[in-house]
Protein backbone atom coordinates (compact mmCIF):
# COMPACT_ATOMS: atom_id res chain seq x y z
CA UNK A 1 0.00 0.00 0.00
CA UNK A 2 1.33 3.42 -1.06
CA UNK A 3 1.35 6.32 1.53
CA UNK A 4 2.34 9.74 1.28
CA UNK A 5 3.05 11.52 4.23
CA UNK A 6 3.61 15.70 4.04
CA UNK A 7 4.37 17.67 7.04
CA UNK A 8 5.78 21.42 7.79
CA UNK A 9 3.29 23.47 6.62
CA UNK A 10 2.36 26.64 8.48
CA UNK A 11 1.67 30.37 8.68
CA UNK A 12 4.21 32.26 7.67
CA UNK A 13 4.73 36.03 6.69
CA UNK A 14 5.58 37.35 3.21
CA UNK A 15 9.15 37.05 2.42
CA UNK A 16 9.68 34.19 5.20
CA UNK A 17 10.50 30.55 4.69
CA UNK A 18 8.91 27.17 5.48
CA UNK A 19 10.37 23.82 4.55
CA UNK A 20 7.86 20.74 3.17
CA UNK A 21 8.76 17.13 3.85
CA UNK A 22 6.67 14.04 2.27
CA UNK A 23 7.72 10.35 4.00
CA UNK A 24 7.28 7.33 0.88
CA UNK A 25 6.02 3.80 1.78
CA UNK A 26 5.08 1.45 -0.18
CA UNK A 27 7.11 2.19 -3.22
CA UNK A 28 10.61 1.56 -4.44
CA UNK A 29 11.37 5.08 -3.45
CA UNK A 30 15.03 5.48 -5.14
CA UNK A 31 13.49 4.41 -8.70
CA UNK A 32 10.81 6.95 -8.68
CA UNK A 33 10.61 10.70 -9.97
CA UNK A 34 8.57 12.76 -7.25
CA UNK A 35 6.76 15.83 -6.91
CA UNK A 36 5.35 18.63 -5.54
CA UNK A 37 1.99 20.55 -6.43
CA UNK A 38 -0.41 23.17 -4.63
CA UNK A 39 -3.55 24.16 -5.34
CA UNK A 40 -5.23 27.34 -4.34
CA UNK A 41 -8.70 27.89 -3.44
CA UNK A 42 -10.46 28.41 -6.99
CA UNK A 43 -8.05 27.45 -8.78
CA UNK A 44 -6.39 24.13 -10.29
CA UNK A 45 -4.05 21.78 -9.04
CA UNK A 46 -0.60 22.94 -10.44
CA UNK A 47 2.81 21.51 -10.38
CA UNK A 48 5.70 23.21 -8.27
CA UNK A 49 8.47 21.02 -8.82
CA UNK A 50 9.81 17.07 -9.69
CA UNK A 51 12.61 15.73 -8.85
CA UNK A 52 13.78 12.15 -10.48
CA UNK A 53 15.48 9.55 -9.48
CA UNK A 54 18.85 10.12 -10.24
CA UNK A 55 18.36 14.36 -8.81
CA UNK A 56 17.33 16.30 -12.25
CA UNK A 57 15.09 19.06 -11.25
CA UNK A 58 12.39 21.20 -12.62
CA UNK A 59 10.75 23.99 -11.51
CA UNK A 60 7.30 25.97 -12.34
CA UNK A 61 8.34 29.39 -13.58
CA UNK A 62 6.89 31.17 -10.44
CA UNK A 63 9.00 29.19 -8.06
CA UNK A 64 12.14 28.65 -9.94
CA UNK A 65 15.10 30.77 -7.52
CA UNK A 66 13.04 30.69 -4.65
CA UNK A 67 12.05 26.76 -4.00
CA UNK A 68 14.31 24.39 -3.55
CA UNK A 69 12.79 20.54 -3.83
CA UNK A 70 15.27 17.54 -2.86
CA UNK A 71 15.42 14.03 -1.93
CA UNK A 72 17.05 11.35 0.99
CA UNK A 73 16.42 7.81 -0.53
CA UNK A 74 17.75 6.30 2.88
CA UNK A 75 14.96 7.99 4.40
CA UNK A 76 12.47 7.14 1.56
CA UNK A 77 11.70 11.19 1.69
CA UNK A 78 11.42 14.35 -0.16
CA UNK A 79 12.00 18.10 0.92
CA UNK A 80 10.98 21.64 -0.55
CA UNK A 81 12.94 24.36 0.90
CA UNK A 82 10.76 27.19 0.04
CA UNK A 83 12.10 31.28 0.52
CA UNK A 84 10.82 33.97 -0.35
CA UNK A 85 7.63 33.07 0.17
CA UNK A 86 4.96 35.27 -1.53
CA UNK A 87 0.74 35.32 -0.75
CA UNK A 88 0.39 33.88 -3.97
CA UNK A 89 2.20 31.06 -2.80
CA UNK A 90 -1.23 30.34 -0.60
CA UNK A 91 -2.33 26.99 -1.08
CA UNK A 92 -2.42 23.57 0.13
CA UNK A 93 0.26 21.65 -1.14
CA UNK A 94 0.76 17.95 -1.82
CA UNK A 95 3.53 15.37 -1.98
CA UNK A 96 2.62 12.99 -5.58
CA UNK A 97 4.40 10.13 -7.39
CA UNK A 98 3.41 7.60 -9.80
CA UNK A 99 3.60 4.03 -8.87
CA UNK A 100 2.53 1.34 -11.52
CA UNK A 101 -0.65 2.26 -13.22
CA UNK A 102 -1.19 4.75 -10.92
CA UNK A 103 -0.78 8.74 -9.50
CA UNK A 104 -0.45 8.72 -5.50
CA UNK A 105 -1.57 11.91 -3.60
CA UNK A 106 -0.05 12.80 0.19
CA UNK A 107 -3.03 14.60 2.13
CA UNK A 108 -1.76 17.38 1.78
CA UNK A 109 -0.32 20.10 3.66
CA UNK A 110 -1.70 23.96 3.85
CA UNK A 111 0.92 27.60 3.28
CA UNK A 112 -0.63 30.26 4.10
CA UNK A 113 1.37 33.78 3.45
CA UNK A 114 0.43 36.77 4.64
CA UNK A 115 1.31 39.69 3.58
Known amino acids: QVQLVESGGGLVQAGGSLRLSCVAS????????MGWYRQAPGKQRELVAVITSSGRTNYADSVKGRFTISRDNARNAVSLQMNSLKPEDTAVYYCSTHWGPEDYWGQGTQVTVSS
Open 26 to 33: GIIFDINA
